[in-house]
């Protein structure tokens, strides 16, 4: 079942902790998105890789950190630096191309104890 | 700057009336825009692209370049069109950028 894979559904922080939200897609994308959605906010860009072993900050990237090692995986950390970070977070892929429509995983929805 | 503007959080219409979604738009140039919705307890998902002309559940929607707009529209709403939607403008680049989404409930 081809798609995008993300995991866990839920997580919780601690205060000054950080956590990583695992994405992985099997669709043979060259780019991978990360976004927070928040209510009323719709979707904000956090992270984007157009390719392995390359990665753009996006409008909200403060406090997040990401890498590409593998052209399938794209893992989001929500460090401590992230002030507000109880959100839902979106990852997706596309081709590399302009204007190409975006798949998005079921997402991932962290709180803070 | 680019900015996709979705003026209703909540439009709730009757089983059979007709539909629109605003969605209005600022780009300097030729954009491409789409239609993701999120249906309850399922992933966001493309609905149509301008680019693409097609109707998708009777939804249509037609780029009006002249008033920058990119209006979700269907003549006759059913139930199982209750949903989250968001528009979303390429810049001509890899990335999207969304509108704040609004809330289509469609009433028995």
């Known amino acids: 079942d081809g798609g995008i894979t993300q995991s866990p559904k839920y997580l919780f922080r601690k205060e000054g902790q950080n956590v990583t939200l695992s994405c992985e897609q099997n669709l043979n994308h060259d780019a991978m998105y990360w976004y927070r959605q928040d209510p009323g906010q719709g979707l904000r860009l956090i992270y984007y890789s157009q390719i392995v072993n390359d990665f753009q900050k996006g409008d909200i990237a403060e406090g997040y950190s990401v890498s590409r090692e593998k052209k399938e995986s794209f893992p989001l950390t929500v460090t401590s630096a992230q002030k507000n970070p109880t959100a839902f977070y979106l990852c997706?892929?596309?081709?590399?191309?302009?204007?190409?429509?975006?798949?998005f995983g079921d997402g991932t929805r962290l709180s803070i104890l | 700057a680019q900015r996709v503007t979705q003026p209703e959080k909540l439009l709730s219409v009757f089983k059979g009336a007709p539909v629109e979604l605003k969605c209005n738009y600022s780009y300097s140039g030729s954009p491409e825009l789409f239609w993701y919705v999120q249906y309850s307890r399922q992933r966001l998902q493309l609905l149509l692209r301008?680019?693409s002309r097609e109707s998708i559940k009777g939804f249509t929607a037609d780029l009006n370049k002249g008033e920058t707009s990119f209006h979700l529209k269907k003549p006759f709403a059913q139930e199982e069109d209750s949903a989250m939607y968001y528009c979303?403008?390429?810049?001509?680049?890899?990335?999207?950028?969304f509108g704040t989404g609004t809330r289509l409930q469609v009433f028995p």
């Open positions: 979303a403008l390429s810049d001509n680049t890899d990335k999207l950028i």
């Open positions: 997706a892929s596309s081709r590399t191309a302009s204007n190409q429509p975006q798949h």
């Open positions: 301008h680019i």
